[in-house]
């Protein structure tokens, strides 16, 4: 179970701190991801992680301004986003992937069987 948490209504240039809370076994084995979907758009990967943390992805729309980062022992990975834009505005779900899924792979959503039901960020101008 991945439970999201940290979202809210928030203006433009501001930060927000992410949080997901994952239950259940292997969670230290999978590589993990934070995932946006804006109201008529796909589901797009924005960031992921290694099991071991140790690598980390993100895309264009959020690099330099978000950080990624987990707490094996706590069972949480967490998503630190700065200068938020009226263009973040999403529910922002946290997913875990497959065992063993390589870094090339971070951004398919296909391979991340494990999803959180979302947390909504809505950020005004």
């Known amino acids: 179970q991945l439970v999201e948490a940290g979202g809210g209504l928030v203006q433009a240039g501001a930060s927000l701190r992410l949080s997901c809370a994952v239950t259940?076994?292997?969670?230290?084995?999978?590589?993990m991801g934070w995932f946006r979907q804006a109201a008529g758009k796909d589901r797009e990967s924005i960031a992921a992680?290694?099991?071991?943390?140790?690598?980390?992805y993100y895309a264009d729309s959020v690099k330099g301004r978000a950080t990624i980062s987990r707490d094996n022992a706590g069972h949480t990975v967490s998503l630190q986003m700065n200068g938020l834009k009226p263009d973040d505005t999403a529910t922002y779900y946290c997913?875990?992937?497959?065992?063993?899924?390589?870094?090339?792979?971070?951004?398919?959503?296909?391979?991340?069987?494990?999803w959180g039901q979302g947390t909504q960020v809505t950020v005004s101008s």
């Open positions: 997913a875990a992937a497959r065992l063993g899924l390589l870094s090339g792979a971070y951004s398919s959503k296909s391979l991340y069987p494990y």
């Open positions: 259940g076994r292997a969670f230290s084995s999978r590589p």
């Open positions: 992680i290694s099991a071991d943390g140790g690598d980390t």
